[in-house]
Nanobody, 121 residues
Framework: QVQLVESGGGLVQAGGSLRLSCAAS????????MGWFRQAPGKEREFVAA????????SYADSVKGRFTISRDNAKNTVYLQMNSLKPEDTAVYYC??????????????WGQGTQVTVSS
């Protein structure tokens, strides 16, 4: 079983940037794909970005393409989400998740507790 702990959320003005981190422990990190999801108040959780075990393949939701970048450091057991040009509609709780496989596709079986991102207009 893997434990995932997100950090880096906070309050930022529209147009600003944040970098989220997700530290993993308890399971071999570099064998599995990783993803970021988000859930805004009153909405369903949605996919944001994913990265393969090696970092060689990434995928993004259309709403964040060109603004967000997912990356990973297997030596540090950490996955990152760099968020630039933030918009108020990016406000949500952001969750880190580990795939059951090595690619970017799910299903995602392990989840962190989430970190709040709030973008003010």
């Amino acid at each position: 079983q893997v434990q995932l702990v997100e950090s880096g959320g906070g309050l930022v003005q529209a147009g600003g940037s944040l970098r989220l981190s997700c530290a993993a422990s308890g399971r071999t990190f570099n064998r599995y794909g990783m993803g970021w999801f988000r859930q805004a108040p009153g909405k369903e959780r949605e996919f944001v970005a994913a990265i393969s075990w090696s970092g060689g393949t990434t995928s993004y939701a259309d709403s964040v393409k060109g603004r967000f970048t997912i990356s990973r450091d297997n030596a540090k057991n950490t996955v990152y989400l760099q968020m630039n040009s933030l918009k108020p509609e990016d406000t949500a709780v952001y969750y880190c998740a580990q795939s059951v496989g090595s690619a970017t596709a799910g299903p995602f079986g392990s989840w962190g507790q989430g970190t709040q991102v709030t973008v003010s207009s």
